[in-house]
């Protein structure tokens, strides 16, 4: 029993992992290692093999090689440290709170530093944003031109055609990208750190994942400035709520699914049919799962299918 729950735990931290490495705009690397360095100094302070670990950790995150200290360099190692920092404090004032809310509460502060920081040097985040469109933009043409030779209806060639339109939406929404995979990176850190001192569970099971359904409005916000028109730098804050907030409601969907599926008396037949169909028509089952955490933000599904399914079984 206690082999399959350290399994389990280990797949959870290993579905971060990669949801690190697909979503995140810079390097995955130091989206993990500089909140886990923080969280170690933070909390475990007081072990030698803490301390070092951390050490070393912001050893490589921090030493610059030739040429790299860009105004990227700077703010990707200020975006992950404010945030790790900001994810520290929401743990000490809420040390109950589910890690999906500290880690939005971490995120939101790091957007507010930023935007400070934009205020106060007017032209800064434009000059960031245009590091960081060029950085996508340029490792786009890397791979591509690695496809140059692929001829314009081969499968290389399609996938070279498919690359650019992706970097292109990627360059638009890259703060939201961002910022998911920040939460997927301090759930990351926050499990290995658990993990060092001892104790399990930091990553709950994705049937109990949720948040705060006040964060609707957030969604209903950028909906608003994505559609009125008040200006491109509105329109693009908008479209990055969205996508933020859609990614939120698609993965508190699926733990909506999660939840019922499972609980359902179906065959494992079906299951594995199911399975199947969800992979094979993902497009509808992403839309599903959205429409459903959206859903859920009112109807409180899971409690309801439990409160249904505990009356029917006291019959």
């Known amino acids: 029993m206690e082999s399959s729950r350290g399994g389990w735990a280990l797949a959870r931290v290993a579905a971060l992992l990669l949801a690190v490495a697909l979503l995140s705009p810079v390097s995955p690397f130091l989206l993990v290692s500089v909140p886990l360095a923080v969280l170690l100094l933070a909390f475990r302070s007081g072990r030698l093999s803490s301390a070092l670990l951390a ?51 971490a995120v939101a502060s790091g957007f507010v530093a930023f935007g400070t920081f934009g205020l106060l040097r007017p032209g800064a985040l434009e000059r960031l944003d245009w590091w960081m469109t060029s950085e996508l933009r340029w490792t786009s043409r890397v791979v591509a031109s690695w496809l140059t030779g692929a001829e314009a209806d081969s499968f290389l060639g399609a996938i070279s055609t498919r690359l650019g339109e992706m970097v292109e939406l990627q360059v638009s929404l890259y703060p939201s990208l961002l910022a998911l995979a920040t939460l997927a990176a301090l759930g990351v850190a926050w499990s290995v750190s658990v993990r060092l001192a001892g104790s399990e569970g930091a990553v709950g099971p994705l049937r109990e994942f949720g948040f705060s359904d006040h964060l609707i409005w957030v969604a209903i916000g950028g909906l608003l400035l994505f559609l009125l028109p008040i200006g491109q730098f509105a329109s693009r804050i908008g479209q990055n709520a969205l996508a933020f907030m859609g990614g939120l409601y698609v993965l508190r969907g699926v733990a909506v699914l999660a939840w019922i599926v499972p609980a359902a008396a179906i065959s494992s037949w079906s299951g594995f049919f199911l399975a199947m169909a969800a992979l094979l028509f993902y497009p509808i089952l992403v839309g599903f799962a959205l429409v459903l955490g959206v859903s859920d933000t009112w109807l409180h599904l899971r409690k309801r299918f439990q409160g249904s399914e505990s009356s029917h079984g006291s019959k």
Do not use: C, D, N
């Open 55 to 105: 050490a070393g950790l912001a050893w490589l995150a921090f030493t610059p090689t030739a040429g790299s200290m860009t105004p990227l360099w700077y703010g990707e190692r200020a975006w992950a440290l404010i945030t790790a920092s900001a994810f520290v404090g929401a743990t000490l004032l809420w040390p109950q709170a589910r890690l999906a809310l500290r880690s939005i509460a």
